[in-house]
T-cell receptor, first 115, second 114 residues
Framework: GAGVSQSPSNKVTEKGKDVELRCDPI?????LYWYRQRLGQGLEFLIY????????KSGLPSDRFSAERTGESVSTLTIQRTQQEDSAVYLC?????????????FGPGTRLTVT | AQSVTQLGSHVSVSEGALVLLRCNYS??????LFWYVQYPNQGLQLLLK??????LVKGINGFEAEFKKSETSFHLTKPSAHMSDAAEYFC????????????FGSGTRLQVQP
């Protein structure tokens, strides 16, 4: 079956511009996560959605970052007024339920470059 | 708070040699532990996981890892490396209470020499 998909695969933007990244989770997966992977580093948790519950935004690095999810489907991560330190690969993952968070399935990521 | 330390950002082995990738964790409650592999230009793939029960867990592609509570370790091993094992490997921890996301180590890039 289809896995987690993300678009675009690559995004180059100028400093100060806003960007929107998209994630399509596996159908039926109620939990969705966003992570950031900076060059040479591990993944950092950004935000997580579980069904209709309020999202856990504790990992968002600043108020320039926000994310939305429509029901239990598509999610978008928005970065406003991008900075060079925002350059990273942004990864999305989904799982059947938060209780099964260890079975997270990852998308291929969006590589963001801020010039 | 939980954390993961992976010793060695780069490991190089010869084809057929033992692979050992080290992972130590810190967690205030019993952890769930994972190894993920990331092949070039691909997404992360779950290699194996420890949740409860047997401390020696087997994963895909001949990899295994042993949870050692006394050493707070979860090292990844494979008896004989293949060229196709060249990738980046990430250790991760998740507490079964509290925060629901995974905390990852910084990764170890495995090179396999012919």
């Amino acid at each position: 079956g289809a896995g987690v998909s993300q678009s675009p695969s690559n995004k180059v933007t100028e400093k100060g511009k806003d960007v929107e990244l998209r994630c399509d989770p596996i159908s039926g997966h109620t939990a969705l996560y966003w992570y950031r992977q900076r060059l040479g580093q591990g993944l950092e948790f950004l935000i997580y959605f579980q069904g209709n519950s309020a999202p856990d935004k504790s990992g968002l690095p600043s108020d320039r970052f926000s994310a939305e999810r429509t029901g239990e489907s598509v999610s978008t991560l928005t970065i406003q007024r991008t900075q060079q330190e925002d350059s990273a690969v942004y990864l999305c993952a989904s799982s059947l339920a938060a209780e099964k968070r260890h079975e997270q399935y990852f998308g291929p990521g969006t590589r963001l470059t801020v010039t | 708070a939980q954390s993961v330390t992976q010793l060695g950002s780069h490991v190089s082995v010869s084809e057929g040699a033992l692979v050992l990738l080290r992972c130590n964790y810190s967690s205030s409650v019993p952890p769930y532990l994972f190894w993920y592999v990331q092949y070039p230009n691909q997404g992360l793939q779950l290699l194996l996981k420890y949740t409860t029960g047997a401390t020696l867990v087997k994963g895909i592609n001949g990899f295994e890892a042993e949870f050692k509570k006394s050493e707070t370790s979860f090292h990844l091993t494979k008896p004989s490396a293949h060229m196709s094992d060249a990738a980046e490997y990430f250790c991760a921890v998740s507490e079964y209470t509290g925060r629901r996301a995974l905390t990852f180590g910084s990764g170890t890039r495995l090179q396999v020499q012919p």
